[in-house]
C-alpha cells in the first residue's frame, strides 16, 4: 500500500464522489486503472464536460487544448492536485497533493517528460498530450522483462514525433508492445511524406509502397535507418554469440550489417545483409512480404492426385491437414481414407493439425485440452502417425493475454497431460499468433510453433516477434492449379531444420531405439575391452569424452580412458554412433555428450549428504545453475528480482539462455540413470527402462532422489551449489564461469544480499516443483475426475 | 642492507607477477572452463580420438580438428612471460644472496 496513493483515492472520491457519472474508486493505495479512471472522470468534470467517460479521448484532449493545457499558474486548484495524484500513482513524488504547482510538482512532471523522451523543459504548461500520459498506467522506466535498448527507440519516437497531431505519448518501459509497433508505422509513414490525416498506422499500401523507394544497405545513414534498426531492436535479433542485438543507430554499420544477416536467416528470408523489401515487411508485420514463395501449405480440402501434382508443380512439399474434426461437421475437413497414401506417392510430406473448435476463449479450458488430446492420439495412431510426431493443436481466434493466462495455458497443461496419459506417444505444438505461440511455448514447452501470421490484425501479432521455435508460418491465401487440380490453400513459409514432417506411417521405428542400440554397443565394446575400468563407467566416459574431457572436467571427476576411446573408434563404432538423441517426453534433442558427463559425475562421486553439494553435481545440473547465475547478473538491470528471472528464463525451450530445459533433461536423466547404475544395475538396461518408462517421471524421481522431495532441500541445494568453499576446485570453477558470463566483475553469489539469493534459489525450487507438477498431479486428477464421471 | 632488500623484493614481485601471468593464461586458455569442449573449440568438427591435448608446464590448451589443425588457446606470450618473469626472480634472488654473502664478508 501507497500512502500518497491512497491519499489521491480519498481526495478523488470525497470531491467526484457525488458528481453524476463519477465511479467511486477503491481506497486501497494500490495503485491501478480504476484509479486512473477516476482522475480522468475528475478532468473531465472540471473541463466542463458533461458526460464522463473513462477514455481520455479527443473530447477530453480538444477541450484541454482549447485551454492552452494547464499552466503553472493555474487558479483551478482540483486541476493541479489531479496532476499531483496522477504523479503519485505512476511513482513520482509530487510534494503533495495540495493544489500548488510547487518546484517539487514541476521536478516530477519533469522528471517523467525526460523519462519518455520528451525533453526536461515544462515551458511553463503541462501540455494535454502530457496530461493523457499521467492519466494511464504506461511506465516510463525499464521494467522487468524489458529492455533498455528498446526503450532508447521507445524515447526517440516520443521526442521526434510527439508534435504530429495522432501520434501520442507511448510507454517507455523497454516492452515491444502492439502500440510501440503502430507507432513505429506512423513514424514510417511521417518520414515518407504523409500527412497527418493520411498517417493511419496501419501497414497499408501506401507505406509499403512508400518502403520500396527506401531499400537501404551497409554505408546509408538518417532517418531510416533509425527506423529500420529500431524495427531489428523490437525483433530481438539474437545474433551468432547468443547475444540479442541491441544498437538503435542512425548509421548502417557493419553490426547492424550483421543482425540483419541473423535476422534474415532466422527468418527464412535470402541472406545478404541488405534492408530490402522483404526484410523490412518481415521486420515489420507478421505475414511478411506475403508474396514471397512458400514450401508449404495448410488446406481444409481434400489432397486429391491431381491437386497433389498441381501443389507439387507449383513448389510444395509440405501440407498440414487436420487430423478429425468434430462430429456434426459439415466440412469434411480431416484427412480422408487413403489420402495420405496420396500425399505420400506425390512426393508430399504432411504435419498433422488438431482443432475441434478454438474460435473462442471459453472453449479452452484443462479438461477440454485433456480431451482434446485423447481425441487427437486417437485419429493420430488411426492414421499410423508414428511416435514423436508433433501435432500442433489450434488457437484460431485472437486471444489477448488475459485469455492467454487465463484459457489458453491451462487447455495446454491439459493436452500436455492427456498425450502423458497416453504414453506420450505424440508431442504437442500449437497454432496461434505470435503471443500465442510464444507463452505456450514458454509455459507447456510446446515443441514448434505453427504461427498464424496471415491474421496481421491480430493484438497477438502486432508487437510481437517471430517465436524461436516457429516451424511454420501462414502468410496468404491463394488458389493453386486448375480444373480438378485446383485447391484454395492457406501458403505457409517452413524454417528448415525445425519439424521435418511426416513422410510415412506405420514405420514402427522408434528414435530412442538408435540411443540404447548405440549403448548396447558400447557396453559389449567396454566388456571385450577388459581394461582396468567398470565397463559401465567406461560407456559413461566414451559418451563424454569429445566434449567433457579437457584439463578442468579431468581435475574435476577424473580422465577418460584414452585406450578405450581408440580401441572403440578402432571398431567402426560410426554406424551406430549417434550425439543426440530425441527425448520422447519434449521431442527435444538431448545431447549424449552432456548427458554422459553429467552422469559420469555421479557415477564417480555419488550424491553427498543432506544438503551438501559435490563434484559430481557441478558435472550435472550444479555447472549449469552456476552458468545460470552469472547470467542473471548480467541480465539485472532488467530483472532485479531472481525469482522472476527464473520463471522466465529457467529451463525453457528457448534459444537463448544457457540453462535450457535441454540441459535440466540431460541432467536429470544423468543423474537417474547414474544412481541405478551405482544399484548394481547395468547401464543398458538402466538406459532402455528409462527412455521406455522412466522418462515419464523423470522430473518427479530427481526431484526425491537428489533434493530430497522438498522445496527447502532443493533451494538449500542450490544455495549451497552457488557458495560452497569447501572445494577449491569447484570455488575457481565456479568463478569462471560466473565471470566469463556475467562479465567481469560480477558479484560472487557469497557476496549478495543473503535476501537476494535466497529469492534466486527459491526459484531453482519453484522450477523444480512445476516440473513435478506438470508430470504428475494434474493428470492424475483429471484422470481420476474423469473416471468418476464415467468418460474414460 | 638495503641492497638485500631491493634484491628480495624485486624477486618476491618477479615471482608474483610470473604468478599473476600464469593465472592469467589458466583464464584466458579457457583451462578452467567447464563448458563443452565443441562450445570453445567452435567452427569445425573435433578430432574424435583427440579433441585437445594440454599441459600445465608450459601452459598450453589446444583445440584439435578432425581435419588435422590445431588452435592454441592460450595467449602466445604467457609461456615467455612467464619464463622471463621466473629468470627475472632467480638472477634477482642470485643478487641478493650475493650482497649478503658480500656484506657478511666485508663484516669480517
Redesign the interface.
Known sequence: MDQMVLEAQQWVNATYGSVVGYSKVTEDGATGWSTMYALTRALQHELGIATLSNSFGPTTLAALQSRGGITLDEKNQNLVKIIQSALFCKGYAAGGINGSFNLPTQLAVTSLMSNAGLGDALHGVVQPKVMKALLTMDAYVVVAGGKQSVRSVQQWLNGHYIGRANFFVIPCDGIFSRDVQKALYLAIQYELGMTDSQATGAFGPGTQAGLQAHLLSQGATGVFVNIFSAAVVFNQVVLPDDSVYSAFTSTFDGGLAAAVNAFQSFSELPVNGTADFATWCELLVSTGDASRPGTAFDCVTTITSDRAKALTAAGYRVVGRYLDEPANSTLHKKIQPGELLTIFMNGLKVFPISQYYGGQVSYFTYTQGYQDALGAHNAATGYGFDIGTVIYFAVDYDATQADIDSNIVPYFQGIVAGLASQGKKYIHGVYGSRNVCQQVTLRTYARWSFVSGMSTGFSGNMGFALPSNWSFNQVQTLTVGSGTGAIEIDKDIAKPGTDPAVSSVNDPGNPVNDFIAYIGALYQLAVNYKGTRNPNQLVLEYLR?????????QK?IGDVD?GF??YV?SHDITLVKVSTVKDPFYGIDL?V??LGAAANGVLLLGKPSGTATNRGD?AGWG?DWM?FYGEWRRDSASYSSGATYCQERLAKLSAIGTFKLRDLTEDADGYLIAMRVLGGENIVDVVQDHYTKGYLTRFQQFFQGRFGGTAANAKAIAGDMLTSDRDALIV??R???IE?TGGIPTLDPSMLPSDKLDEFCQGFADMLLAKVGEENSKAKALMAKLRAAGRM | MKTILTWAAATVLALVAAAVSYVCGL?AG?????????E?CAGKP?D?????S?S?IPLS?MCRWSDGTTKELVPWYVNPLTLALLVTAAVCLVLAVRAAYRIRTDDH
Open positions: 569424452h569429445a566434449d567433457y574431457d579437457n584439463m578442468q572436467w574435476l584414452q576411446t581408440s573408434d545431447h555428450s552432456h557441478v555447472g552458468t575457481a570453477g568463478t569462471y564461469l566469463t | 583464464w579457457h583451462t578452467l572452463d567447464l563448458r563443452p569442449w565443441s570453445i573435433l574424435d580420438v583427440h579433441p585437445f594440454a600445465w590448451n
